[in-house]
């Protein structure tokens, strides 16, 4: 997938603004998550953001920036084109260390790493995306869901599945079926080669988006790690496969998004059962009675 890279260099007046560049920084990138960007680093007065090339929106990116409500806020733009590969990739393998969820229950790592056998469960990833190997908050919030409650027999649908890490420890703890989608096609190609290196079989993978939900068996639990707008978007169309007692578990936002989510599960006819934030991203559970 072509991704871009948008460099902002910027400064602002920190004593009229009373905020400090912590804040600042993760409020912006919060705004940028609004307009289609995936993932950024961080230095002093500067954020790198990336996007899919496809879904770059020049004009609202523009107007975030110019709208953004802080005091001397001041920027200037520098716009990349990033090859066509798998650019995560050398990152991943130099920094992505062994991972333990739920106070030690599941040890995710790659093939390079060495075993842990007191550990009682493994998940074996290739690392080669940066969304969803268990580094990141959203993931290991969902992570330690699925591993605090019974997903035995359970039909599960892991949508955004990005390496599959989610779906995987489903199965781990005897799901009894799994749907994987993700619209990137280095996922499509990532998921298979995780659920053969940690012994596991997953009934269907697809590359595509929610549309691909149409038709489809009910689930029992659907666990949707995206962003905010897309799961606003789709969650009719999660809604729609829902069985009755089913739990929809979402997570890929910020803290004051809950009410935003919670509203439109309710708008759908599900009821609020729970949320937990870990450094401003969260996690949201939503059920349909039965």
């Given amino acids: 997938m072509h991704y871009l890279q948008l460099t902002i260099s910027y400064r602002y007046d920190s004593t009229g603004s009373g905020l400090s560049e912590e804040d600042l920084a993760d409020w912006l990138i919060s705004e940028l998550g609004t307009v289609g960007f995936d993932s950024f680093e961080q230095e002093p007065s500067l954020i790198r953001a990336f996007v899919p090339r496809d879904e770059y929106d020049a004009e609202s990116t523009k107007e975030v920036l110019d709208t953004f409500p802080v005091a001397g806020f001041a920027y200037t733009l520098d716009l990349e084109e990033l090859p066509d590969i798998n650019w995560n990739e050398e990152w991943e393998k130099n920094y ?8 030690g229950a599941c040890l995710i790592r790659a093939p390079f790493h060495a075993s842990q056998p007191e550990v009682g469960m493994e998940i074996i990833i290739n690392p080669k995306m940066a969304f969803g190997t268990g580094n990141h908050e959203t993931t290991s919030l969902v992570g330690e869901w699925i591993l605090s409650h019974s997903v035995e027999g359970l039909r599960v649908l892991d949508m955004g599945c990005g390496t599959g890490i989610l779906g995987l420890i489903a199965l781990k703890r005897e799901a009894r079926h799994l749907t994987a989608i993700d619209i990137d096609p280095w996922a499509y190609a990532n998921v298979q080669e995780n659920a053969t290196l940690s012994s596991l079989s997953i009934d269907e993978i697809i590359c595509g ?20 707008n897309i799961l606003l978007e789709d969650m009719p169309r999660y809604r729609a496969v829902m069985l009755p007692g089913a739990s929809l578990v979402l997570s890929g936002f910020y803290e004051e998004d809950i009410p935003l989510l919670r509203a439109r599960g309710e708008e759908l006819g599900l009821t609020f059962v729970m949320s937990e934030v870990r450094h401003r991203w969260s996690l949201v559970e939503l059920r349909l009675q039965a």
């Fill in 96 to 103: 992505f260390q062994p991972i333990l969820l739920g106070e």
């Fill in 209 to 228: 988006d929610a549309s691909a939900l149409e038709g489809k068996a009910g689930y029992d639990l659907i666990l949707a790690n995206i962003t905010r």
